[in-house]
Nanobody, 122 residues
Framework: EVQLVESGGGLVQPGGSLSLSCATS????????MSWARQAPGKGLEWISA????????DYADSVKGRFTISRDNAKNTLHLQMNSLKPEDTAVYYC???????????????RGQGTQVTVSS
């Protein structure tokens, strides 16, 4: 059974930082592209970043480029998202997601975690 479990969310002040992690199991992590997406209150799911299996390529949405960094540890089957210079508009539930192949294709996931809440507020 594929499992994706996010952690690291919480409340942070504007300008602050948070580090999210996603522990995975049930599949061969090192073979697949992975992604982070988020959903703000009253809005649809937004793709924010992705990374291919060997970390040779990363992609970011314009809304987070230069502030967020995606990474992965294939030895520990874990995906990470370092978020710096956080803004109130970054408030959302953040999801870890798996692609069905090593191709990055937007929101075309085959599995997604339950999410972790990130709130940016003073």
């Amino acid at each position: 059974e594929v499992q994706l479990v996010e952690s690291g969310g919480g409340l942070v002040q504007p300008g602050g930082s948070l580090s999210l992690s996603c522990a995975t199991s049930g599949f061969t992590f090192r073979l697949y592209a992975m992604s982070w997406a988020r959903q703000a209150p009253g809005k649809g799911l937004e793709w924010i970043s992705a990374i291919v299996s060997d970390s040779s390529r990363t992609d970011y949405a314009d809304s987070v480029k230069g502030r967020f960094t995606i990474s992965r540890d294939n030895a520990k089957n874990t995906l990470h998202l370092q978020m710096n210079s956080l803004k109130p508009e970054d408030t959302a539930v953040y999801y870890c997601a798996k692609y069905p192949t090593n191709w990055v294709r937007g929101l075309d996931y085959d599995y997604r975690g339950q999410g972790t809440q990130v709130t940016v507020s003073s």
